[in-house]
């Protein structure tokens, strides 16, 4: 069965400092997978998507994530934190027929030390 | 243009009742997809409705249900409503299938069931 794996529950970055949300998947076609960011009070805003091609995917708001099938990741980078980014982050892949089923992982909430 | 509205944004019901929450599309977007969000299980997909025909379904009980309008906005219902079903439920919209096409939540619809 599909299945999305986000190990860290919650993670703290000083302001400034690097970034990087791990992300592991189970499925046993080419997945298609999504990383997405939930602020308090507001809805699922999309970061980026991978789909096939290069598995180096930019997204908005300056994050990146990089798909490596030989360790079934898709971890979320970002060179430089601001305080706006903390948010809790939601990895997803694709299942289903033609992909419609979204499934996603627990979570990971990051906060941002100033 | 105008995003994924969801009405009613908060609702309190009692055990055995039943709701109906509403979802209406962006213009021009056709897939309309349904999730529930709880602070146990996380983000689970309920179902996805396209041109009017569920094309997804979740691991719901058959107390979920939903259609779509020929204009795509979408309602869920849930009959004899358990305190479990407590959540945000959460409605998406995209042009076509949602794993080619990028997915836009609505603020969600919060159901508390006393």
């Known amino acids: 069965a599909q299945s999305v794996t986000q190990p860290d529950i919650h993670i703290t970055v000083s302001e400034g400092a690097s970034l990087e949300l791990r992300c592991n998947y189970s499925?046993?076609?080419?997945?298609?997978l999504f990383w997405y960011v939930q602020s308090p009070g507001q809805g699922l805003q999309l970061l980026l998507k991978?789909?096939?091609?290069?598995?180096l995917v930019q997204g908005i708001k300056g994050f990146e994530a990089e798909f490596k099938r030989s360790q079934s990741s898709f971890n979320l980078r970002k060179p430089s934190v601001h305080w706006s980014d903390a948010a809790e982050y939601f990895c997803?892949?694709?299942?289903?027929?033609?992909?419609?089923?979204?499934?996603f992982g627990s979570g990971t909430r990051l906060s941002i030390r100033p | 243009k105008a995003g994924v509205t969801q009405t009613p944004r908060y609702l309190i019901k009692t055990r055995g009742q039943q709701v109906t929450l509403s979802c209406s599309p962006i213009?021009?977007?056709?897939?309309v997809s349904w999730y529930q969000q709880t602070p146990g299980q996380g983000l689970q997909f309920l179902f996805e409705?396209?041109?009017?025909?569920?094309?997804n379904k979740g691991n719901f009980p058959g107390r979920f249900s939903g259609r779509q309008f020929s204009n795509s906005r979408s309602e869920m219902n849930v009959s004899t409503l358990e305190l479990g079903d407590s959540a945000l439920y959460l409605c998406?919209?995209?042009?076509?299938?949602?794993?080619?096409?990028?997915?836009?939540f609505g603020p969600g619809t919060r159901l508390l069931v006393l």
């Open positions: 499925y046993g076609a080419t997945p298609y």
């Open positions: 409705y396209f041109s009017e025909t569920q094309r």
């Open positions: 991978y789909f096939s091609g290069d598995t």
């Open positions: 997803a892949v694709g299942a289903g027929s033609s992909a419609s089923k979204i499934i």
């Open positions: 213009s021009g977007h056709r897939s």
């Open positions: 998406a919209s995209s042009k076509d299938r949602a794993y080619q096409e990028t997915q836009y």
